[in-house]
């Protein structure tokens, strides 16, 4: 039952790159942005880029290109990689591959490693695709060593598996997984259990879900079916459809929690929307 592994790349676009230690990337308040304005009004390009991230973390993604791009023009590789992040992401702009890869470039030329991460998905090549990778995660950033990982799985999976652990390691969500599934599959079941365990704490509802089905079992963990329908419940309202299905059977079922035929269908239903084919035929659950 449980979610195969994923590369990290696929779940969101690089993360706004900080270029200063003092908290300016949360500041909201007008006297914090009007200071940094001033700054950037004066040419200071990591001042105009840490503008663009107090505006991106206010919700305010268009005013956030406006001071990445400035950013950008006068040398800040993190304002290019931020605005490439935008671009791919179709965030405060129309989504536009070409210009994400455009600045993602200008970035990683400039030094930044989250903007060669960012290019790596736009590379069609390969091995160009694996160097970036390895460069992004040779720098620091977890997700990268976590691709670099799921490209090279098939060929090489003792390496896949290191870099799974330097992503995790890092903080990476998917790598944890990632290695979660490595060890579910090999059969070792307490392995697997915490790395889902990580991976889930840490923001991948796909972990969440194969605990679940790690708890619900008693594999590895205590089997505890309350415990698997919280996990399912995580997944479920993290739109991973399994993790919805899994918990309609529970319902139907009654193992762990109280039978409810409604809810069962409810569930269902939402794992039917989510892509789970199987659970389209199962929305009717007979009272």
């Keep these: 039952m449980l979610v195969l592994a994923v590369a990290s790349c696929k779940k969101a676009p690089p993360p706004a790159e900080f270029t200063i ?104 090549d390969e091995t160009v695709r694996a160097a970036l990778f390895q460069s992004a995660c040779d720098r620091g950033v977890a997700a990268a060593c976590t691709d670099l990982g799921f490209q090279i799985a098939k060929t090489d999976p003792a390496k896949a598996a290191e870099l799974y652990r330097r992503g995790c390691a890092g903080g990476n969500a998917v790598g944890c997984h990632n290695l979660g599934v490595r060890a579910e599959k090999s059969g070792d079941a307490k392995s697997a259990a915490d790395f889902y365990a990580r991976a889930c704490d840490a923001g991948a509802a796909s972990g969440c879900v194969n605990l679940g089905a790690l708890a619900e079992d008693g594999r590895g963990v205590p089997e505890d079916g309350a415990r698997a329908a919280a996990l399912y419940g995580q997944g479920c309202e993290a739109h991973v459809a399994t993790g919805c299905a899994y918990l309609a059977r529970l319902y139907e079922l009654g193992r762990g929690i109280p039978r409810d035929k409604s809810r069962a269908a409810a569930y269902y239903e939402r794992a039917c929307d989510a892509g789970d084919g199987p659970s389209c035929a199962r929305r009717k659950v007979d009272p």
């Excluded at 003092?22 to 500041?27: K, P």
């Design 21 to 124: 230690d003092s908290g300016v990337a949360e500041a909201t308040a007008s006297s914090a942005r009007a200071s940094l304005e001033a700054a950037c009004n004066k040419h200071d390009s990591i001042a105009c880029n840490d503008l663009g991230v107090a505006w991106e973390a206010s919700g305010d993604a268009t005013r956030a290109v406006e001071y990445y791009r400035r950013a950008c023009e006068d040398g800040t590789a993190s304002g290019c990689s931020n605005l490439g992040a935008l671009y791919a992401d179709g965030r405060g702009v129309p989504k536009d591959a070409d210009r994400a890869a455009s600045f993602f470039l200008r970035g990683c030329d400039a030094g930044s490693a989250s903007a060669c991460h960012g290019l790596a998905g736009f590379a069609r």
